[in-house]
Structures are given as structure tokens and as C-alpha cells.
């Protein structure tokens, strides 16, 4: 028996030494829908419920969105007797666990919110001193997605709070993906690639395609300058380890043209694709947008690559994507205000991604273009790409030889 006893302790403290995280969880960008974009603190059990259902029925889970995540709100103001996290019975009156083992009934899977502070940002119980204790009461609900945000973190330092956590989720057993929510002001980038499985590069977006939203005091940001925000961070992407912009804003107020190109860029970005919007109501525009395959498979693209803006010229930017068999996704995104005329020779560009050595060399190679909006073949790049771009709206190609 001691010497049993004495394995665990050796395995713990190796576990909690190595900082080791569970083995292949988000080989690809994780994909899934979050309450807080649209709904904030305003959850509730018929939420979720309809919620799965509708992912379910609208064929978002046939595309490869598979996570439910509750944000914040989902628990009452204090603890147990027993320091548990308590969820709120009014909001969820059958209990989590019931609503957990609901969503899994749909094929799907189910993440909930926590904070590393002291408190959550909407003034909740925060997980700082109960790592250990709250990693196994997710375990015993059977989540699959914990993220964990940076409110109330005076005095903490970020590498330890996140690293405590997710040494707590290892030893609790039951793997879970760990989104780290530090909204990039200690360049997770650097050190969270063995700690979670992905990380938050900036603040919170807003629905808002270029430029910010001010709430007294705090910015929420706009799609474009998150975009800009990504300059420099690629190489630390990759299966397994993910930047994260941010949850998606499509279907949230903006034209239909600037969620086209939100969610281009965020594909090109290899960024997770968390819904932000009320699924349950969606328009046409929003479903297509959201549930285009081809569109997604860019972003889904086993490679793990991130993409990286090739060129630009006045508000018109050329991105470019290495995705796997050496194929490549070309997004032309223009962020003026008016139409622009985009003309672009293939045989006069070589597009070469440094990191991994791989050039898309038209002058000597033929590659067929196959336009992933439209979702129509349009010849090859013998020929020059010669076409009007409406404002705030992209082209997003793919490349085969």
C-alpha cells in the first residue's frame, strides 16, 4: 500500500514538475459556439438545450463545430460549505450534470468558464486557491473545455496561475482542452504552448469591422485591428497549441460582407471558430457564412499553418496560407471603404512562407483556382486575376497544382 501511495505522489509532483498537459487534444483549431458574445450572464438549462438543438439542425455540427461553452454567470455568488463551485440552481434547475450528459446526447461536447483570479469578471467565485479542488469538480461533471480567464488577478503572475491550472486539470485525469484567457498581456505566445491548447492574443472583440467599441473606461476591439494584431505571432501556432483572436462576432451586427471577411481571416489565421451569435435565430446569410465547408477546411487544414499577409497595397492586402500537399489559400481582403480593382498576375508573385521553405511559384508550376465564396472553378493562374472587390469584402481562393 505505501508503495502504491508513494507512486501516485512520484506521478503528481513529476506531473506538476513537467507542467504537462494531455497528449493530442486540438489537432485542428477548436470549433464550437460561446453564451458571452451574445447573451453575457443571461444563460440558462432551455438555453443550451435549444442551443445543441439548433447546432444540431442548421448542420453547424456537420461542419465540425462540436463545443458548447458556457461563459461566465453559469455558477451562484459563493462557494459550498465544502469550498465547491455551486451552479446556479435558478439557471439551470436540473441540475449541470443533466445539461452536460443533454449536450453529449447531441454528438457534441460541452465547455464551461472560470477565471484565475479571485473572482470571474461578472464578480463570481474565482478558481485562485481552489486549482485542484475545481479541476476535479470538472471532472466529475464530464466537461470536455474549460476557459479560463484573468480577472481579478492583482498580484498573480500569469505563467504560475495558468500553469497551476492546468497541472490541476491533468491530475484530475479527464482531458480537457484549456483555453487560456489572458487576453495576450504576457505573451502566452511564449509559454503556453505546453501548458493549454490555446491562447488569447488580445482583448475582447466587438462586433465592430474596424476600430473599437469604448465602454467607459475599456475598449472592446474591432475585427481589423485584432487582425493586425496577429503580425509576428504565426510561428508559435500549430497543431495542438493555437493562437485565439477571439470568438467570432458573425451574425452580430455587421454587413453581411464584413462577416464574410471576419470569418475568412480568422480561417486564414488557423484560428478556433467559437460562435458568438444566437444560433437559434440565424439568417440565411449568417448560416452560410458560418457553415461553409470550404471555407472551414481552410482553416481546418491538418497542416496546423497560420497564414501571413503576403503584400498590400493602399486598403487592398493579399494574405496567403500554405495548407497541406502543398497546396495554398489566397484571401484578397480590401478594408477600404469603396470598391477596389484587384489585378494580380500569379506568374509576376512568389509567395514564399520562410518558415517552412515553401514557395507558390506560378511562373513555373500551373495551379487551378477554385473560389471558395462562390464555390465555383475559375480556371488557373496562366491567366491574371482581374476583379472589382467590394468594400470590406474579401476573394478567398484555393490553389492546387
Known sequence: MKGKMLLIVTLFFFVIAKGQKFANLALTPPMGWNSWNTFQTNISEKLVMETADAIVASGMKAVGYEYIILDDGWMTKKRDAN???????????????????????????FGLYNCA???????????????????????????????????????IEA????????????????????????????????????????WRTTGDIAPVFDGYSDHDGWKQTGVMPIVDLQKGLRKYAGPGHWNDPDMLEVGNGM??????????????????????????????????ILTNR??????????????????????????????????????????????????????????TDSIFNKTLNAKDNIYKIRNLWTKSNEGDTQKPLEAMLPSHDVIMLKLSK
Open 83 to 109: 469550498g465547491n463551485l455551486v451552479p446556479d440552481p435558478k439557471k439551470f434547475p436540473h441540475g449541470m450534470k443533466a445539461l452536460i450528459n443533454y449536450v453529449h446526447s447531441k454528438g457534441l461536447k
Open 255 to 288: 454587413s453581411t460582407n464584413e462577416d464574410s471577411a471576419h470569418f475568412s481571416m480568422w480561417c486564414m489565421l488557423a484560428a478556433p471558430l467559437i460562435a458568438g451569435n444566437d444560433v437559434r435565430k440565424m439568417s440565411k446569410a449568417t448560416k452560410g
Open 117 to 155: 483570479g479571485t473572482k470571474t469578471c461578472a464578480g463570481y467565485p474565482g478558481t485562485r486557491g481552489y486549482e485542484y479542488q475545481d479541476a476535479r469538480f470538472y471532472a466529475r461533471l464530464g466537461i470536455d473545455y474549460l476557459k479560463y480567464d484573468w480577472c481579478y488577478t492583482d498580484g
Open 159 to 198: 505563467q504560475e496561475a495558468y500553469r497551476t491550472m492546468s497541472n490541476a486539470l491533468r491530475v484530475a485525469g479527464r482531458p480537457i482542452v484549456f483555453s487560456i484567457c489572458e487576453w495576450g498581456e504576457n505573451k502566452p505566445w511564449e509559454w503556453a504552448g505546453s501548458v493549454g491548447e490555446l
Open 294 to 351: 470550404e471555407v472551414i477546411a481552410i482553416d481546418q487544414d491538418k497542416a496546423g499553418i497560420e497564414g501571413f499577409k503576403y503584400k498590400d497595397v493602399d486598403s487592398l492586402e493579399v494574405w496567403s496560407k500554405l495548407l497541406q500537399n502543398d497546396d495554398w489559400a489566397i484571401c484578397f481582403l480590401n478594408r477600404s471603404h469603396k470598391p477596389v480593382k484587384v489585378n494580380f498576375n500569379w506568374k509576376d508573385e512568389m509567395i
